[in-house]
């Protein structure tokens, strides 16, 4: 075989800030070495490769085609701050979702026992209450505080979009409360806010810990390989597509519509098309689709009610909006309020089939709110209580300016500025969106210029 060529790739900047140098020894007993029964610090120098996908470069030898590298996360043995002088604060920001109690009893946890860390602050309503007016004061927490917290949805600190901007206003009061660990629970927004508040510490040359826990339903955050609440919120869809699937089948040519999140990326539609086989057109941003004409959604969605007398279909939010009116409004966060593309196409089903002169029963499920507010199953309880605990080693290590993010199934640093740099989408020419197809065995493309038999 003849030598290939290394094909070039995109480097990343995977370098973790840091206040300055770690020189005061950990609280936390582990060990440096093999064979003694405890676990290990991890060294700033424990890297793991970002990629495990390889290239030949000869017939014997494999190299990774991506060589970037990332930092381990993890307790170090030597410490930035001195835990007696650490007032740290937690917020959670954005919109809520399963797992957010459990970050903030994993982070209380972690400073108070491990740390020994006895000024813990809760902000409440995100940065809004970092703001110089804010009406809400900073809540004191401890382990009583948080001890059964992991039991509900939602977040006990209260949850807003808007106020990331205000970055002087914010330093201001991390400098007035002498706050010098600042742990942000949020999104794409929340974290760029995160960045720009790191950002104006830098320029003040003020040594303040600034560490991100990604927290994005939709899991469309880069570098992250899955979003906590993510595994939730798709338990929690399935059970509305059986409910749509059971009303459609029991029903005069039923059609169950169910809608769930999804802005930009349409993860929850298309792990939730696999782990309920029901669904029959999985719909998502990333695969625009027309509703008329010899390809359009209505015509396959004629052709199965015609044949098998049911229909289920799950729809992103954010997935056919070309098709609906603009509504021309933002949130508070900056991001585009979308029309409501489950009515819309509940409608106009409804007047295609009428136009046919075909009976059809339609039943729409928005079941978003339910998801976003349930408590976090199992497997997300686990996650977030490592990602708390780990964002905690970070801050106190004197890392700043990153996120938590597990990678290949290790738990990992990124720098926030690289994390939000682009958004994660669903691949359409990959084996997800393949195995969505096979399984709702639905066209790979309802446009109409796709090329048909």
């Avoid at 830098?202 to 990604?214: D, N, Y």
Wanted: charged residues 25%.
């Amino acid at each position: 075989m003849s030598k290939q060529p290394i094909k070039d790739y995109l480097k990343y900047d995977f370098d973790i800030s840091n206040l300055g140098e770690a020189k005061i020894p950990t609280p936390i007993i582990m060990s440096t070495s093999q064979g003694d029964g405890l676990a290990n610090y991890v060294d700033d120098n424990d890297r793991l490769f970002f990629s495990v996908d390889t290239v030949a470069s000869n017939k014997e030898y494999r190299e990774p085609l991506i060589k970037d590298t990332v930092e381990r996360a993890g307790p170090r043995a030597k410490l930035y701050f001195n835990p007696a002088h650490v007032h740290a604060a937690i917020c959670t920001c954005g919109g809520i979702c399963p797992g957010l109690n459990n970050v903030i009893r994993a982070v209380v946890r972690c400073f108070w026992y491990r740390y020994g860390v006895r000024r813990i602050s809760g902000v409440q309503y995100g940065y809004r209450g970092l703001l110089e007016n804010s009406p809400w004061p900073l809540i004191h927490l401890n382990p009583d505080v948080v001890d059964d917290i992991q039991e509900k949805g939602g977040t006990i600190l209260g949850s807003a979009r808007g106020g990331g901007m205000q970055v002087d206003e914010i330093v201001d009061s991390l400098e007035k409360m002498n706050i010098n660990i600042l742990i942000a629970v949020g999104g794409d927004g929340t974290l760029r806010g995160a960045f720009d508040i790191g950002e104006e510490i830098k320029k003040r040359g003020l040594k303040i810990s600034v560490v991100g826990v990604p927290k994005t339903i939709d899991n469309d955050l880069s570098f992250i390989q899955s979003s906590f609440g993510f595994d939730t919120a798709v338990g929690t869809a399935v059970p509305s597509v059986r409910g749509a699937h059971v009303e459609a089948k029991n029903s005069i040519n039923g059609i169950g519509l169910v809608k769930v999140m999804g802005r930009e990326s349409g993860f929850i539609a298309a792990h939730t098309s696999l782990a309920q086989s029901d669904v029959n057109f999985c719909l998502i941003p990333e695969s625009p689709f027309d509703l008329y004409g010899r390809n359009g959604l209505f015509a396959h969605l004629k052709e199965r009610i015609l044949t098998r007398k049911h229909a289920v279909i799950l729809i992103a939010e954010g997935a056919g909006q070309a098709l609906v009116p603009s509504t021309g409004e933002k949130d508070a966060s900056g991001n585009v309020k979308y029309a409501d593309i489950g009515l819309f196409l509940k409608e106009e089903i409804k007047k295609f089939f009428s136009d046919e002169g075909i009976e059809t029963n339609v039943k729409y499920i928005d079941p978003s709110y339910i998801i976003r507010s349930s408590a976090a199953n199992s497997y997300d309880s686990i996650y977030c209580a490592r990602l708390g605990a780990h964002a905690v080693h970070a801050a106190m290590g004197g890392k700043t300016q990153c996120l938590i993010s597990q990678i290949n199934n290790r738990f990992v640093l990124i720098p926030i500025k690289q994390a939000v740099s682009k958004r994660n989408f669903v691949d359409v020419e990959g084996s997800l969106w393949r195995d969505v197809l096979e399984n709702t065995r639905q066209p790979s493309s309802m446009k109409n210029d796709a090329n048909i038999d």
